[in-house]
């Protein structure tokens, strides 16, 4: 059994996609997904975006993914990684996928001179958090996430007003 993690390709993006649509199954939120491949295309893999995926394979065959991109700690003057998505499709769990994708991702952090790891869990996802508490990583419960999208994005960068 190989397990091994290398960077998002453009030949990668319909193996994004499948992801992104069952990691929205798992959230219960599939209707939610407004992906296509030519969007993925253009925001992952434009020249610029600041956007990147790796891809996790187990004996040549995707298994998982992730999404991050960099952030910035004004407080701590450096930058940070924050991860968007990390996936691992349900069969191949318990194989060391997750820890793996977590890992290649602390070391680019590090390498990256980042002064931060961070994601978001959603709150009822217990055996995720529990995975991530285990590998040492603390919930943050003094912080509250905002959000703004469709219409109210719209209507607030318009008129300052929602």
């Known amino acids: 059994m190989s397990l091994t993690i290398r960077p998002a390709t453009l030949n990668d993006i319909d193996t994004i996609l499948y992801f992104i649509k ?3 199954i798992y959230e219960k939120a599939e209707h939610e997904v407004l992906a296509t491949p030519e969007t993925i295309k253009q925001s992952m893999f434009a020249e610029h975006s600041g956007v990147y995926g790796l891809i996790c394979e187990l004996d040549g065959q ?6 991050f991109f960099y952030n910035y700690s004004t407080w701590l003057a450096k930058p940070g990684l924050y991860l968007e998505d990390l996936y691992v499709s349900p069969e191949h769990r318990g194989k060391g996928a997750g820890i793996a994708l977590l890992q290649h991702l602390a070391q680019i952090a590090v390498e990256k001179g980042c002064g931060r790891f961070e994601w978001s869990c959603l709150d009822w996802n217990t055996p995720s958090r ?3 508490e285990s590998l040492g990583a603390e919930p943050q419960h003094e912080w509250i996430g905002y959000r703004m999208s469709g219409d109210t994005l719209l209507k607030f960068a318009e008129n300052g007003k929602a």
């Open 130 to 132: 529990e995975f991530y």
């Open 62 to 67: 995707a298994i998982g993914f992730s999404v």
């Open 22 to 24: 069952e990691l929205a």
